[in-house]
């Protein structure tokens, strides 16, 4: 029996956009001042995410929130494993102290990312908070670090891939395990 690979969809564009409306809600529900909020994106589609999320809270609030990128790869303990990527220039677009900060990235698996990238953070300063958003949370956990706002928890096995793919980076809109 050939080994194929099949695609399975887990969030289809429709589903995908009503997940990002209610988590763009329980933003708004959860932090108090806006005008405080910065939205960190992760490369590399968190970074495309960011941007989504930003529109969806303009649209339901009016507000123009600020948002940044950070670049963790540097700020990684296990790079030598992971092998690096072209890097993407780290851009916060405004002084961090007393800032919220929401990192968002697709997707958690071990935590490291996110750990690097919560490092990366405090070379620039120490925000106010900051919470974590993500598209998938597959488990796998090696950190004790949790989302703060989740689109969709999907238990993978270690050899399979999730795939956050958006209009306007990938001209298909979904999220497929793979």
Known sequence: MANQTK???ILTEVELR??????TSEIIEKVKN???LLLVGIPTRGIDLAEVLEKELFSKTG??????IIDPTFYRDDQNRVGTRIIKATDIPTPIENQEILLIDDVIYTGRTIRAAIDA???????QRIM????VDR???ELPIQPDFC?????????QSINLRLNNVDEEEGVFLE
């Open 7 to 9: 695609r399975i969809v």
């Open 18 to 23: 009503k997940t990002l409306s209610r988590l």
């Open 34 to 36: 806006l005008e405080n």
């Open 63 to 68: 507000l123009k929130i600020k948002k940044g």
């Open 121 to 127: 953070l405090y070379s620039w300063g120490r925000p």
């Open 132 to 135: 974590l958003l993500v598209m």
């Open 139 to 141: 488990g796998h956990r």
């Open 151 to 159: 689109g969709k928890k999907v238990p993978t096995s270690k050899n």
